[in-house]
């Protein structure tokens, strides 16, 4: 089965731009995930859908970062404006429910902030 | 804080011999999963453990856990160089969310 996909893979912007990222997870996964992975830490966990419901979106930013799933499938993060502190990778993740069970990832977008 | 958080260890061995990376967290759990990232890549499910076992196996791979310490372990056995990666424990709490610790940087020298 094809994994779930991401792009883009890098992305280069300046501070108070805006930037997008965009997820197609694991085809029939209902649940869809978002991470923040700084460099040398784990990832954080920030929004999570169950189809195109928020399940979970405590440790989202969201005086700046927003997230959609309009039809439950493909997925967008935003930032605006950006600032230095979220240069980071950004993680999708999904999985068939949310029951207990593995989370498949993408390789992420690295995104720097100049 | 639910947060899983590895001993903050960056291993070296040599190819064959084994390798022991340790977690802990802070409150009480229901399962405890483990990944691996390798460089610029994204995480790959490595085990679950769910709070009523104490060793699981997979593999090269053993996880233990105690709950009464709050503690898991990973051992990766007879190692090679594609287990080259950082390693990171998850606590799994509801709805399927995962906290990760801060992860290990394990490398195999051939």
């Known amino acids: 089965e094809a994994g779930v996909a991401q792009s883009p893979r890098y992305k280069i912007i300046e501070k108070r731009q805006s930037v997008a990222f965009w997820c197609n997870p694991i085809?029939?996964?209902?649940?869809l995930y978002w991470y923040q992975q700084i460099l040398g830490q784990g990832p954080k966990l920030l929004i999570q859908?169950?189809?195109?419901?928020?399940?979970?979106d405590s440790q989202l930013p969201k005086d700046r970062f927003s997230a959609e799933r309009l039809k439950g499938v493909d997925s967008t993060l935003k930032i605006q404006p950006a600032k230095l502190e979220d240069s980071a990778v950004y993680l999708c993740?999904?999985?068939?429910?949310?029951?207990?069970?593995?989370?498949?990832f993408g390789d992420g977008t690295r995104l720097s902030i100049l | 804080s639910q947060q899983g958080e590895e001993d903050p260890q960056a291993l070296s061995i040599q190819e064959g011999e084994n390798a022991t990376m340790n977690c802990s967290y802070k409150t009480s759990i229901n399962n405890l999963q483990w990944y691996r990232q390798n460089s610029g890549r994204g995480l790959v499910h490595l085990i679950l453990i769910r709070s009523n076992e104490r060793e699981k196996h997979s593999g090269r791979l053993r996880v233990t856990l105690d709950t009464s310490k709050k503690s898991s372990s990973l051992l990766i056995t007879a190692s090679r160089a594609a287990d080259t990666a950082s390693y990171f424990c998850a606590t799994v709490w509801r709805d399927n969310r995962l906290a990760f610790g801060k992860g290990n940087q394990v490398v195999v020298i051939p």
């Open positions: 993740a999904s999985s068939p429910g949310t029951g207990l069970q593995p989370q498949h």
């Open positions: 085809s029939g996964h209902a649940t």
């Open positions: 859908f169950q189809n195109n419901g928020v399940v979970d």
